[in-house]
């Protein structure tokens, strides 16, 4: 399979979102026809982006866990990635 293409599933959650005239765009996502777990970047539309190493069993649990990096760090912590980073 290496070097395959492989279609990705993505979730109704993934989307843009604003605060603070911040936009990011929020991707979760997983192979599609595949019941593996969900995984999380956020890529800020003025460049810069952040990819979790932790998959989630719930597309909401990868929501919540953006949601929270949000509240914790500010929305402009994304934007400040200028190089692909991990979370």
């Given amino acids: 399979?290496?070097?395959e293409d492989r279609e990705?599933?993505?979730?109704p959650l993934s989307g843009a979102f604003t605060r603070d005239d911040i936009e990011v765009d929020v991707e979760i996502y997983r192979f599609a026809s595949k019941q593996d777990r969900w995984q999380l970047a956020v890529v800020a539309l003025g460049?810069?982006?952040i990819q979790w190493t932790q998959t989630f069993a719930?597309?909401?649990?990868?929501?919540a866990a953006f949601l929270a990096m949000v509240e914790a760090?500010?929305?402009d912590t994304f934007t400040?990635?200028?190089l692909a980073g991990r979370h």
């Avoid at 990705?8 to 979730?11: D, G, L, Q, R, Y």
């Fill in 1 to 3: 399979m290496e070097g």
């Fill in 8 to 11: 990705f599933e993505h979730s």
């Fill in 47 to 49: 460049g810069g982006c």
């Fill in 58 to 63: 719930t597309e909401t649990e990868a929501y």
């Fill in 73 to 75: 760090d500010g929305l």
């Fill in 80 to 82: 400040r990635a200028r």
